[in-house]
């Protein structure tokens, strides 16, 4: 993990960089989103986005290159830099890479509490 200070969350020896957005479901009504700022894609080599359902279980977690996020940050730009991307279209940008089975592995873990 970064520090606090860094302009990404985590450090990864695989996968560089990575910006990490969560939400929990039906926070956003009939329209779930992932919101950047164009910011981050000067310090994010990847963008991973985690949901969770109202009682905290996880629902899903999904990490995309920064380039295949790009265009749609591009599509959905306002004048602020700040971008909702449509949950079903981060979600169908190529490159994907489901980490769900392995939060939840670390979820699962004993002696591990969401605190």
């Known amino acids: 993990m970064s520090s606090r200070n860094a302009p990404y969350d985590v450090l990864s020896p695989v996968h560089g960089r990575i910006e990490v957005k969560t939400r929990v ?16 894609f000067e310090t994010a080599d990847h963008f991973m986005a985690v949901r969770w359902t109202r009682d905290a279980e996880l629902s899903l977690a999904l990490m995309l290159p920064a380039a295949s996020v790009k265009p749609l940050h591009l599509a959905r730009r306002q004048r602020t830099g700040l971008a909702h991307i449509a949950w079903r279209e ?24 969401l605190r």
């Open 25 to 40: 479901e039906g926070t956003d009504g009939d329209n779930p989103r992932v919101s950047l700022k164009e910011a981050k």
């Open 90 to 113: 981060f979600i169908a940008a190529p490159g994907p890479i489901d980490f769900t089975a392995q939060f939840a592995a670390v979820l699962a873990s004993p002696g591990y509490a």
